[in-house]
C-alpha cells in the first residue's frame, strides 16, 4: 500500500508560478510511475506530467514547456513546478503512483490550483 500526501497549491495570478510537492509512504520501492492528473471545471481528468523511475518524462500537450516534472527518490517526493500560469490551469491536481506492474494505481487527495486573472 502506498499512502500519497500533496502540498503547494494555492491562489496565484497570471503569469505566476507554483510548485507542487508530492510524498509518498508505504511500499514505495514497488513504485514505477509518479505523476500528476488535474481536474479543471467542466473537463475531463487530463495529464499533466509524469515521470518514470529511469526519469523519462510525459507532459500533457496543454503543458507547452511551461511546467517541469521531477522527483527525488531519496524522499520519495515528486515535484511539479508550475510556471508562467494562466486561469485555465485552474483546477485540482492530483499526484498519482503506478507499481511496476502496472496493475495499481494509488492517487493523493488533490491540491487545489487557482489562478486569477
Known amino acids: 500500500q502506498v499512502h500519497l500526501v500533496e502540498s503547494g497549491g494555492g491562489l496565484v495570478q497570471a503569469g505566476g508560478s507554483l510548485r507542487l510537492s508530492c510524498t509518498g509512504s508505504g511500499t514505495i520501492f514497488n513504485i514505477n510511475v509518479v505523476g500528476w492528473y488535474r481536474q479543471t471545471p467542466g473537463n475531463e481528468r487530463e495529464l499533466v506530467a509524469s515521470?518514470?523511475?529511469?526519469?523519462?518524462?510525459t507532459y500533457g500537450e496543454f503543458v507547452e514547456g511551461r511546467f517541469t516534472i521531477s522527483r527525488d527518490n531519496f524522499r520519495n517526493t515528486v515535484y511539479l513546478q508550475m510556471n508562467s500560469l494562466r486561469p485555465d490551469d485552474t483546477g485540482v491536481y492530483y499526484c498519482y503512483a503506478v507499481t511496476i506492474s502496472g496493475a495499481v494505481e494509488y492517487r493523493g487527495q488533490g491540491t487545489q490550483v487557482t489562478v486569477s486573472s
Open positions: 515521470i518514470n523511475r529511469g526519469g523519462s518524462t
